[in-house]
């Protein structure tokens, strides 16, 4: 069994690639969500109300999740 010490790893996926690559991608998901079908942006636009609002809930879940757990 070699040692695991010895052994490198290779970088991959998203988080390997550098800035520049991982921009290019993330903007082309972007404009791909908003024109699916042309003349309707089918990606959502949140406003800062919105967004709160749902953050909380995420986080209400989250939180009522780990207690069912914690709790048995």
Same mark, same amino acid.
């Given at each position: ?22 921009? =290019?991608? @993330?903007? $082309?998901?972007?404009k791909a969500a908003h024109?699916? %079908?042309? &003349? ?16 909380? =809930?995420? @986080?209400? $879940? ?7 757990? %914690?709790? &048995?």
């Open positions: 069994m070699p040692d695991v010490d010895a052994v490198k790893k290779k970088k991959r996926g998203f988080g390997s690639m550098d800035k520049e690559k991982q921009r =290019k991608i @993330a903007s $082309a998901g972007g024109m699916l %079908r042309p &003349g309707k942006k089918l990606g959502h636009e949140w406003t800062p109300e919105e967004a709160y609002y749902y953050g909380l =809930k995420g @986080a209400e $879940a989250t939180r009522k999740k780990w207690e069912e757990r %914690r709790n &048995g």
